[in-house]
């Protein structure tokens, strides 16, 4: 992967962070609006579109050219060698909802997670930035991070609930202190910083756009991802599987988790 591959996709995250930035404080009234159905065939918000229109509108302009894969566009092929995996808006319902906490998620690659060579999570309301190079590392603000090699004695997890729960969820929710923040991308995030100790999605329905970047930044940052029967987590570049996550510190947590 070459260095100008790397700059389009900052300036591709970049372009929709200051999008919506701009766009809130006119917009925000209609950023939950259903305005169609996506190439998952979820319905697309007002916030989702825009987000998205700016991607493509960096995109379209750059005399380099990747193919993507996008949430609501679904897969734009250009004959390309990389792919750009691209979910605009991590987190929508927080976003039209006024919860601070959504973010744009970029990942560059081939086929699927495991040759993916860069990835980029940006918080949109607070502008801090994970990055990870295969290799090399994973970086908050520029400042290298790791997780913690032993997890904290009160464990602090991230479990999806709601509709989404299953009985691995709800038996993890009365054991530990738990959250449910709604954006995959910066929960894997958080557990690569130290900030939660695991991140578990019990249901098979999450998405490679939401997990990509995340998924790489985890772990170069030393941390684990499988899913819920412990097998190592990868997807192809597509919208049509879907995956549950466990999400850790290191592989003893994992065994601890899903046993």
Known sequence: MN???KILAHKTVNSIYRKIRRAKPTEFYKFGNNIGIGADGSVTKYVDKI???AALNVLEKSKIKVNLLSEEIGFVDHGADYTFVLDPI???RNAYRGIPFFAVSLAIGKSKISDIEYGIVKNIPTGDIFTA??????????KRIGVPDVPDKELCSSLALGKNFDKLTITLA???KVRSLGSASLEMCMVAIGALDFYVVGKEYIRVVDIAA??????EAGGIVSNIFGEELDMPFNLDDRTSIVAACNEELIQKIIS
């Open 133 to 142: 190079k295969k290799g090399y590392g994973a970086f908050l603000n520029k």
């Open 3 to 5: 260095e100008e591959l």
């Open 90 to 92: 991590d987190g929508t």
């Open 214 to 219: 995340a998924t790489l930044i985890l772990r």
């Open 174 to 176: 009365k054991k530990e």
């Open 51 to 53: 987000a998205e229109d």
